[in-house]
Each structure stands twice: as structure tokens, then as C-alpha cells.
């Protein structure tokens, strides 16, 4: 695979709205996790949703201490940051899945 068509493959843990919804209804102990900023999360998430910046300097700490047990599904504005978020937890060894699109691609 080039580099070309590798950057723009769906990774395996990018869901989009209607899948990444469904499969976060039908998962037992899955979480919802918004990785904005407090001050984006302040202005309207999803419902249950719980903050925590990917851009802080302890998000790393932060997701190293979260309940491996647990599936976590992970957004943003745009789906980059949530993106980058799911590997670093993936890296932790969590099971996380990312909304490609961000919080606009989730369904009403």
C-alpha cells in the first residue's frame, strides 16, 4: 500500500455516525468520551458524554489510568483529534472507536 492510499484508508477503529451510535448502544460498558476542549464541551455534546482534552499535556496519564474493561467511543469537532485520541488509547490497550466526521456526522 503507498502512502497516498494509506492516508486515506478508514482505520478499522474510524466508525461513521450511524455505526459508531448503533455499536455504542449495543455495547455493554462502553463509554462515551468527548476529547474537545472544556470550553467546546461547555457548548453542547452528546448526551452522557465525558470531557477529557486530548490536547491537555496529562491526556496520556489520563487514559493510561481508564478502565480497560470498558469499550470507549471517542469524538471531537472533526474527527482528527478523536483520531489521534484512539491511538494513544489503543496504544494503552483499550478498545476505543473514533466518529469520523466528529460530533456533526452523530445522529439526532
Do not use: H
Not at 7 to 31: H, P, R, V
Not at 77 to 84: I, L, M, T, V
Amino acid at each position: 500500500m503507498n502512502l497516498f492510499s494509506r492516508l486515506f484508508t478508514k482505520n478499522d477503529s474510524d466508525l461513521d455516525g450511524t455505526e459508531f451510535k448503533s455499536q455504542f448502544l449495543i455495547t455493554k460498558n462502553s463509554a462515551l468520551l468527548d476529547v474537545r476542549t472544556l470550553s467546546e464541551f461547555r457548548s453542547g455534546t452528546i448526551l452522557n458524554a465525558k470531557n477529557m482534552d486530548v490536547m491537555s499535556p496529562d491526556f496520556n496519564t489520563k487514559a493510561s489510568k481508564l478502565d480497560d474493561s470498558k469499550t470507549y467511543f471517542v469524538f471531537c469537532r472533526s474527527g482528527n483529534r478523536s483520531g489521534n485520541a484512539v491511538n494513544i488509547m489503543k496504544r494503552e490497550g483499550l478498545k476505543a472507536f473514533n466518529l469520523l466526521g466528529g460530533i456533526g456526522a452523530f445522529p439526532k
